[in-house]
């Protein structure tokens, strides 16, 4: 990787799925220590970005380039993303019964260290390392022996999420619509633990449909997308915009 390229490169991308064309000659440029925001209505392909930038296989790449740390990831899988550093946090967390979450976590992070070649951790070691970063999402040891994300409240979910994103220490964390169905004060716990996690190395990608989480976490540039492009960028600012006058002025 050349230590001056950008974190997060997608150049002229189009996106389709079942021959239908979504995403349309997208640019976007992330920097190491950024936060960027993307806006848009329903429709406009803001959560079709970020599975593609994943790696879900429903999409198929028609054109353009994705790339991280300064590689080409087109032809990498999921979970070859993931051992990088990209990391999707979901609008939906999913359920896995019978899976403690303490299990979960403790296979996702070993997965990565032998990715690495780095040695594996066992259950005693992987408690003291799991336990501090309870601490900067704000929850108990006790979510441990539960299942993952079974009979968790909405916010739980959330800070699950954003437990396994610290703890992963992932480099660019897509975040799609973590603020859906939260209430302020999970609001604020959450907006905690991405600004815990959020350091000069770092970068975020904010997927949002409400100003309200841009108030906890600032981004440094806000991005609309509509019809499956980038059609307008700016700074904080364009957020408090879009909250009052709607998407229907940028038309």
Known sequence: MNLNSPLLEVKDLHVSINETEILKNLNLTINKGEIHAIM?????????????????????????????KGLSILDLDPEQRSHL?????????????????EDFLRLAYNSKQKFYNKPEIDPLEF???????LKLVNMSPVFLSRNVN???????????????????????????????????????????????????????????HY???LDYI??????????????????????????????????
């Open 211 to 213: 100003q309200r989480l």
């Open 218 to 251: 600032k981004p440094d540039y806000v991005h609309v997308f509509q019809d499956g492009k980038i059609i307008k960028t700016g700074s904080a600012e364009l957020a408090k915009e879009l909250e009052n006058k709607g998407y229907e002025w940028l038309r």
């Open 150 to 208: 079974e009979g968790f409240s909405g916010g739980e979910k959330k800070r699950n999420e954003i437990l396994q994103m610290i703890l992963l220490d992932s480099e660019l964390a897509i975040l799609d619509e973590t603020d859906s169905g939260l209430d302020i004060d999970a609001l604020k716990t959450i907006s905690m633990g991405i600004n815990n996690f959020m350091d000069s190395s770092k970068s975020i990608l904010l997927i949002t």
């Open 40 to 68: 848009g209505p329903n429709g406009s392909g803001k959560s079709t970005f970020s599975k593609v930038l994943a790696g879900h296989p429903a999409y198929s790449i028609l054109k353009g380039d994705i790339l991280f």
């Open 85 to 101: 550093g990209i990391f999707l946090a979901f609008q939906y967390p999913i359920e896995i019964p019978g899976v403690s979450n």
């Open 127 to 133: 408690l003291s390392v799991i336990n501090e970063k």
